[in-house]
């Protein structure tokens, strides 16, 4: 059996912008990598049953900002705003949780002739 409450799988991870050995334009590509990869290996994961789709929570923070809610196609503008800052750290937070399609309801009004 399923159980309804289980923890579901976070990425929270503290990046480094800055390597001495690296390219800045590597680092950043190599962030958006690994975020990439770690999205594709979630949704491969089989939905519990009711569930349509997996939905994706985000949470940013660049150096040592309080930490705000973004968009989930906003990751790499907020990676890329990092790099343009010149900024130390990046913190990502990418939740999967369960998506449910919005299910539209059948109008029983019609036109009138």
């Keep these: 059996m399923i159980d309804k409450f289980k923890q579901r ?3 929270k991870k503290v990046f480094k912008l800055e390597d001495e050995k690296k390219h800045p334009d590597r680092v950043i590509e190599a962030i958006k990598h690994e975020v990439r990869k770690y999205i594709k290996r979630e949704k491969k994961k089989t939905l519990p049953e009711g569930v349509d789709f997996w939905k994706f929570e985000c949470k940013s923070a ?3 900002e309080e930490v705000k809610e973004i968009d989930f196609l906003e990751i790499t503008k ?3 705003e990092a790099s343009i800052k010149k900024a130390k750290t990046l913190y990502l937070e990418i939740i999967a949780t369960n998506g449910y399609k919005e299910k ?3 109008n ?3 036109e009138t002739e």
């Design 9 to 11: 799988e976070t990425m």
């Design 62 to 64: 660049i150096d040592d």
């Design 78 to 80: 907020a990676i890329d």
């Design 104 to 106: 539209k309801e059948n």
């Design 108 to 110: 029983e009004e019609t």
